[in-house]
């Protein structure tokens, strides 16, 4: 039983790939699972996901959550595009790199405040980062004055909608973040910390862990995954916009919880998360492929939610009960 839920989001993820391959054999007489472009569409709108998720995951796992992640996003896609319209395109490749940075710092620094708001004066993460959400929506918003900010930039957009041998870069660059954070997690210290953090914080603290400057860690780590979001998004769409991440922070946050965190923390893994932002953009594809409306895809991510904090509790229920 304890083996059956730790491995449900795998079971799920299989059970609703062989759904959608048996419609479409019935259907259209085609497959779903083994057409490249179907692969594709799959692993682009997963690794919008998982670029949002993926530090979500590591302050989850330590017992907090971060709200902000979405217009964390958006601050840093607005960064972005402002820098490249502001120094123009003519030095390519050094633009690039100096709004790469604007948006990459602009991010930081949510991250630094809400890491400040948790660990010094001790407000709850829930309230903290939907405080910061507030705050860096309207920053965003104020600085692209309430509109898109469109740019032409041949290196921005080749970061969006270029490949690597053959592979889009999006999905390149949450693959290796999804490593780096994943190696993170399993292999060091710093993992060891987070999910103690997450079990038993007074243990953590008695041990001599400076506790305070390890959530600091944790936020910024959440607040430049989610930077990264942005500067994907921009170089997608060639233009920053303060809503960026906004639509993707239920996804990014069911991915976290249908991968097997807790909401008490102390459990999680980036694997699980991987596989959970792939269940998402199963869902989200395959409801466009079979002709629903968009919208559905709320409601059926909705449903995978609840069904996941449901097995949390299963799960936590039965391990209390081997006790």
Same mark, same amino acid.
């Given at each position: 039983m304890k083996t059956l839920l730790n491995a449900w989001s795998?079971?799920?993820?299989?059970? *609703?790939?062989?759904?959608?391959? *048996?419609?479409?054999? &019935?259907?259209?007489? #085609?497959?779903?699972?083994? +057409?490249?472009?179907?692969?594709?569409? &799959?692993?682009?709108?997963? $690794?919008? *996901?998982? /670029?949002? #998720? /993926?530090g979500l995951t590591l302050v989850v796992v330590a017992g907090h959550i971060d709200l902000s992640i979405a217009f964390t996003t958006g601050l840093?896609?607005?960064?972005?595009? =402002?820098?490249? +319209?502001? =120094?123009?395109?003519?030095? %390519?490749?050094?633009?690039?790199?100096?709004?790469? $940075? &604007?948006?990459? /710092?602009?991010a930081v620094v949510v991250g630094l405040v809400n890491g400040w708001l948790v660990a010094y004066l001790d407000v709850p993460s829930f309230i903290g980062t939907l405080g910061t959400y507030g705050i860096a929506r309207g920053v965003a918003l104020i600085v692209a004055g309430g509109a898109t900010v469109s740019i032409r930039s041949e290196e921005v957009r080749a970061f969006g909608n270029g490949d690597i041998l053959g592979i889009p870069v999006p999905?390149?660059?949450?693959?290796? =973040?999804?490593?780096?954070?994943?190696?993170?997690?399993?292999?060091?210290?710093?993992?060891?910390?987070? !999910?103690?953090?997450?079990?038993? +914080?007074? $243990?953590?603290? +008695?041990? %001599?862990?400076?506790?305070?400057?390890h959530l600091i860690k944790l936020f910024v780590l959440s607040a430049l995954t989610a930077g990264i979001g942005g500067l994907v998004y921009t170089g997608r769409f060639s233009a920053g916009a303060a809503n960026a991440g906004e639509p993707i922070l239920l996804y990014a946050v069911a991915a976290v919880f249908i991968g097997g965190a807790s909401l008490t923390g102390g459990q999680g893994t980036i694997i699980g998360t991987v596989i959970g932002a792939i269940i998402i953009a199963v869902i989200q594809f395959g409801l466009v492929f $079979?002709?629903?409306?968009? !919208?559905?895809?709320?409601?059926?991510?909705?449903?995978? *939610?609840?069904?996941? &904090?449901?097995?949390?509790? #299963?799960?936590?229920?039965?391990?209390?009960?081997?006790?």
């Open positions: 795998w079971l799920f993820l299989a059970l *609703i790939l062989a759904f959608f391959e *048996i419609y479409a054999q &019935v259907e259209t007489g #085609s497959t779903f699972i083994f +057409r490249a472009y179907n692969i594709q569409s &799959v692993a682009v709108a997963a $690794s919008q *996901i998982l /670029l949002l #998720s /993926l840093a896609a607005v960064a972005m595009a =402002l820098t490249v +319209r502001l =120094l123009g395109d003519a030095n %390519g490749w050094v633009v690039f790199a100096v709004a790469i $940075s &604007v948006g990459m /710092l602009a999905v390149v660059m949450a693959l290796v =973040l999804a490593g780096a954070c994943h190696y993170l997690l399993t292999y060091t210290k710093f993992g060891i910390y987070t !999910y103690a953090l997450g079990a038993n +914080r007074a $243990s953590v603290e +008695r041990a %001599g862990v400076d506790v305070k400057r $079979s002709g629903l409306p968009p !919208y559905w895809q709320f409601v059926a991510v909705g449903l995978v *939610i609840v069904v996941a &904090v449901l097995v949390d509790q #299963s799960r936590d229920k039965f391990l209390g009960g081997a006790k």
